[in-house]
């Protein structure tokens, strides 16, 4: 029989706990992209984790390894319950047929069809999300089923202008954080519209069937659902083959070419180097014109895109709104934790500094003025400090140097009868008075003018 305490629960596999640096870097990812998106008009903005299922069979397309294979369906006890009892998810109305998000965009069309985000005649809508997506693939390094995206999108118009001008920003936000261009590689491709898909898809259903025997059996299946996915085949026999497959880039419409060579056009005048990719069709079908994804060159493993995305101006129209263009990209915060790792860049960086308050001794009054000390300088806004466990005063040195304290308030009998505490340098240890009624004032002061940027190599 079992006895005795149970086993400590462990996270499920495939998802991480953000803690101490980790989750330093990713408040500090979600700061950057608030700062470098606010420069190009994209606001912030939240939608639900968990969608109905079909926002994202919709969305995404029927056919995508996300949607076949990848989705964590929500569903309560109580739906679970009335599945089992009658026969099948079919029993359950649209409306209770959950699942987790595995990306952001669908979701944000869904918001943006149901809040009427571009109402007629409005120019565009631009947005950016941050938040943990899920997907149940096989776990590698950089490959998670409980992952964190930053994305933007933005919905409203087709002006070639905006899918370089999204570019060139998911560019500067990687610089931002530390990721320089020339540590990255930029891959483009424009995969045409309604006008043109339909006759390349032909064409590359025609390819794939001519070369059935080299083709693994899910790409000769793929001939028939949805041929364009044999580009992303990661079997090695089949991207020897689809290397040689119609580039969608040789087979656009006019409008659809011109619209290209624009986004070109301007990635040029901004100086932003890129790879054109004819076999780049990125994993879901909403797509169509510009297609892209970023790859870091170093330290990934075989996960190596740190971001993606394209145009989608068939996709509000699919989720049941008015016909509206759209484009957008995100980008996955482990795999770029990679990629700085790799070069040395530790996004989280140290703990904060703050301000340690000891105190001499343990009598009441000084563990009043401790309280009330510390009391002042965190409505000072100082992140502050002090010990909670009755530790000497060389212990509480070593806790402040722990907790990273640049300052040190040191409380004593003979100070406080005079009226004042002793401010200690914890670099330089040295010591000065400091008057009690003006501490809190004085020492913000002094900390502020320590731990500003610049100071003590930072
Ligand atoms: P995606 O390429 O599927 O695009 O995902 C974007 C990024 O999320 C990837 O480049 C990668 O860095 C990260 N990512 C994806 N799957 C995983 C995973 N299992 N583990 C860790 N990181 C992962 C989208 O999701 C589209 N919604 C992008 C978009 C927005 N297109 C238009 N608008």
Redesign the pocket.
Known sequence: MASGKPNPARKPEGTEDLYGASMRAWVRMREVAGRVFGAWGYDPVETPAMEQLDVFVHGLGQATDVVRKEMFRAITSTNLATVIAEGGEGTLKASRRLALRP???AGFVRAAIEHTFVPQGASCVKSWYAGP?F?G?RVQK????Q?H?I?A?CLGSDDPALDAELIIMLMDFYRALGLPEGALRLRLNSMGDSACRPAYRELVRGFLLEHKGELCEECVARADTNPLRAFDCKNEGCQRVMSAAPASADHLCGDCAEHYAKVKARLDEAGIAYEEDPTLV???DYYTRTVF?VEALTGMGS?A??????R?DGLVELEGGKPTPG??????F??ILIALEALGVELGGEEPPCVYVASAGHEPELENAVFRACLALRREGVRTERDYQNRSLKSQFKQADKAHAALCVVVGSDELAAGEATLRDMATHEQTPVALDALAREVARRFAALTAPGERGE
């Open positions: 990306e952001g965009t997506m997907r693939e950089g490959r998670l089923r992952f995206q994305g999108e990125r994993g879901l994804e996960q895109a740190i971001g993606g995305g394209g989608y484009l957008g990209f995100a980008v996955g482990e795999r």
